[in-house]
């Protein structure tokens, strides 16, 4: 333990955060004497540094009175570990924190670890393969009992176990996770792994207590009554919870973090659509802040003109993109169409897939369907701007897509579509029902006609359409069709996990049941060489060289072809101050949002 | 009577296993996954998917799950929701108070609206009132409630600044503050189930009187003397009501289903909400059991307004 450590305990305990008799406790678990202890709390304490751009203003805990956020769908449970989507990972982030959390630049702040573990600080080990975080002390669960590294431990044994079915599972199967002393642990892995900041950290980090889950783990985990009412560190105590409907929870006496929070109560609501979610924030400002507000630009800013509150937009990495299939839709094989074993008849030609990427015109897409909420793009892995690429670049020239494809000899039939060999550029362009998206759609269409190929529009119910149904065969995993659009969403800023639905063994297939990754069935030997070389590369540099290259290699090949970039947006009321990041949960600094004026 | 109780009764299983055997039937083989969310998301793998859909049972055939179903529900067992895996009747349950008072209270208002309208409107039939009530009631149930309630909206809360538009159930204010908060924030889902509700059941009401007024017996009690509120109320309102009970009482059940629409505008958390959420998410336990509450709800006030028809008319008969 360093001095520096020791230090802000003890500002802690001045500050009444921490009790004199806990912090003695731990002393002499560090090997201390109590009399000691006694000493260095007469001595004066140091205050913390804060990180993040939000600096946070209030000098007392409490007295901000009542925030009111909206969630435009309800959280429908509490425990991180079984929260799929974002409305129950924020809502479990209210009582629930992870050791650290990802700031909106990508980099990682301490939440419950004392600090991040860096080469320098001996947390990170010169081989890669294992991890050493040191935890906060002096942090107390909401029921008052303290947070040590057995808690740590749990939680890897609860989602490691299949039993549990947790949907992190994959975050924490291989690795193990030792005690080191009663606040640190030590992350093991089978081989050098670069994304060290998986386990414990950001959305899927969340810690539960195991003082009550210890007897609710593997098959039994549906039945813990505390996956109703959490008991977390977090700044604030569960108060009420209706499933669809609300959250609520109150101030924290004890929270971890000296001043924080600063509102005494907090609701969280659900239901109702996105765009009478906006007007609550912006126009009547009856709410504090509204999540995920995917309603049009134009409404927005016309509900800005009220002046109560304003969109926030932040960038992320969820990118609206087309894909191209690379084997023959049309064509049944053993059982399945699209299948590997065939070849499409002219996706397969780089030419074309060239021709459709000059069609596409994002800037119209942009302007006239998204406004602020989406940027052209022409990268596929986007942020953070480490990993973003310089060399590709996005042109919308229908001239340049008809010289190209005459170069390659598509010749134009007499009913203007071009064909080769017999083969027409005659293509089917499916995506979801979604009005956005049916737009885009004929935004491409019509550029496409002018270059002589056709397109059948295609569009199915987002309830098909993304389900995993292995015996449907709309789903955008079976790929049916010549080409498709949808969103994939990048939630961490390490693109490892990202860049793998281009790997050829993840083919998706009747095999795999579709469940395969890798949905274009795009393979080459070169990426999937890159994409095991990044798997182990520990220098950050040369790894981050190395995606920037796959990027490239699948944006230059027209695997895919980019549209737009779609930040997160969400409505935030003019006097409230918080700061949202692309790479965690909303509320990922929830204990330094406080209100002005 | 007790008989006909008795077999009425018996007649309600077969219907209640056979709702239960489409209903389920139907839901198997919609499309969809609960799981849906894990799908476009890359950072999930598929396994996480593939093992809850085989720990919640979901590869069975659907003969084996409707057989599990069963049996459980038979056991007093409603299953779980697949995306808050809350046990279901306590997922209902927590709706049903905001449910009973929001649609119940707009169901009374429709009543209190129909009853006294139309029976006036009918005692004084083509008159300036008539005409009047005609014309509002036409353009009550002409306007659906996502209509006038995005307008009450737009003018209570936005222009006027008046009522709260998102509806809580956690309202922290206590005494008669707290009534008068829910009172607020209930007043425009009510007034606009209500009016909506009210507005065909005035039509109904008026015609049912109308039928009534002109027959002989009416004029015998006027010509014996009695007061016109007497033959009113007493002669004429008593036989005109037999079918506007038929209408009341199937509309029972909505209150308990709620009101997907308007709950959905004004985000009351009630039973209508739920199920739109369920079918949203593809959550079939909940669906399975809102819709499966609702049928036997539908059956069973269908029995009551049969019943209810004996105590109006004594001419009805049971066999």
Known sequence: MEEQELRSLIARVKSGQLSRRYFTRMMVGLGLTAPLAAQMLASAGVAQAQSGKLVYKPTKRGGGGALRTLWWQGSTLLNPYFAVGTKDQDGSRIFYEPLAAWDPDGNLVPVLAETVPTSENGGLSRDGKTVVWKLKKGVQWHDGKPFTADDVIFNWEYAADPATAAYSIATYKDITVEKIDSHSVKIAFSKPTPFWADAFVGVRGMIIPKHLFESFKGGKSREAPTNLKPVGTGPYKFVDFKPGDVVKAELNPSYHMANRPYFDTIEMKGGGDAVSAARAVIQTGEYDYAWNMQVEDDILKRLEQGGRGKADIVLGGNIEHIQCNFTDPWKEVDGERSSLKTKHPFLTDPAVRQALGLLVDRASVQEQIYGRTAIATANFLNAPARFQSKATKWEFNIDKANQILDAAGWKRGGDGIRAKDGVKLKMVYQTSINAPRQKNQQIVKQAAAKAGIDMELKSVTASVYFSSDAANPDTYTHFYTDIQMYTTTMTQPDPELFMIQFASWEAASKDNKWQGRNITRWQSDEYDKLYRAGETELDPVKRAAVYVRMNEMVVQNGVVIPVVWRPRVAAISNRLRAEQSGWDSDFWNLPNWYREG | ?319
């Open chain 2, 1 to 319: 009577m007790r008989k006909y109780l008795f077999r009425r009764l018996l007649l309600v299983i077969p219907s209640v296993f056979g709702i239960s055997i489409v209903l389920f039937t139907v839901l198997a083989l919609a499309p969809g996954d609960p799981f849906e969310e894990l799908a476009t998301n890359p950072n999930v793998p598929p396994e996480v998917r593939a093992n809850l859909r085989a720990s919640f049972g979901l590869d069975d055939p659907v003969a084996v799950r409707y057989a599990r179903w069963l049996t459980s529900m038979l056991r007093g067992d409603w299953g779980f929701s697949f995306v808050s895996r809350v046990d279901v009747d306590h997922l209902i349950l927590q709706r049903l108070p905001t449910t009973l008072f929001v649609i119940g209270s707009s169901q009374l208002l429709a009543l209190m609206v129909a009853l006294p309208v139309g029976v006036y409107a009918a005692t004084r039939p083509y008159s300036f009132f008539d005409q009047v009530v005609n014309t509002l009631a036409f353009a009550g149930f002409c306007l659906p409630t996502f209509f006038t309630g995005l307008l009450l909206i737009l003018l209570f809360s936005i222009y006027l600044d008046w009522l709260p538009f998102i509806y809580r159930t956690d309202i922290s204010a206590s005494g008669w503050r707290w009534y008068w908060e829910h009172v607020r924030q209930a007043i425009m889902p009510i007034a606009v189930l209500g009016l909506f509700q009210g507005a065909s059941w005035t039509r109904y009401v008026r015609s049912a009187v109308l039928d009534v007024i002109r027959l002989d017996y009416v004029t015998t009690a006027r010509a014996k003397g009695l007061a016109e509120r007497v033959t009113i109320v007493k002669h004429v309102v008593r036989n005109a009501l037999i079918p506007v009970v038929t209408l009341v009482a199937l509309q029972v059940p909505a209150v308990f289903g709620g009101a997907i629409v308007t709950e959905q505008i004004f985000r009351v958390p009630g039973i209508g909400s739920l199920l739109i959420s369920s079918i949203l998410a593809n959550d079939t336990p909940v669906i399975m059991a809102v819709t499966f509450v609702l049928s036997c709800l539908v059956i069973l006030f269908n029995l009551v307004a049969d019943l209810l028809y004996g105590w109006l008319d004594p001419r009805v008969s049971y066999r």
